[in-house]
């Protein structure tokens, strides 16, 4: 038993994998939050994966400019989605304790790009996207993408 009364069950071993298998040197000192997140999407989605040892495989994650996009629009999706569903509820008749500010509704009603400039966020991210490195080696080119298409319908 451990505090709380909780059973821990079977204990085993856990590895951990060292800072120095994680390429640190080349992080830009800003991307940790979006590989946290990252992170966590990916072992929700798919759980922990081992090597042969058994030592814990670290997931391929996306890159964080990529990641960032993603929280950008399931936040901004998931608010406005909340919104609208507590104003079809106040519109039914039904009431809460607590109401959104004022200033919240005034930002959710007029669209929250006028007020943090997520359309300027968005064209940043994809510029992001546009020169990273990782994504262009993996990105096929438009023309040589075009050329197959053509002899493919030829």
Known sequence: MVGGGYETGQLITIYCCSHSTLNWSAKNGIDCG????GLVMVLRAQGLTYNAYPKVQL????CAHTIRERMLHDLSDGVLNSYHLWMAAVRRGDRYSQEPSEDTRQILDEGPDKYYGTTRIEQSLASELLNCL???STRIPLDQNEDSHDKGSG
């Open 134 to 136: 990782a994504c262009k």
């Open 59 to 62: 997931p391929r994650l996306e």
């Open 34 to 37: 979006a590989i946290a997140a």
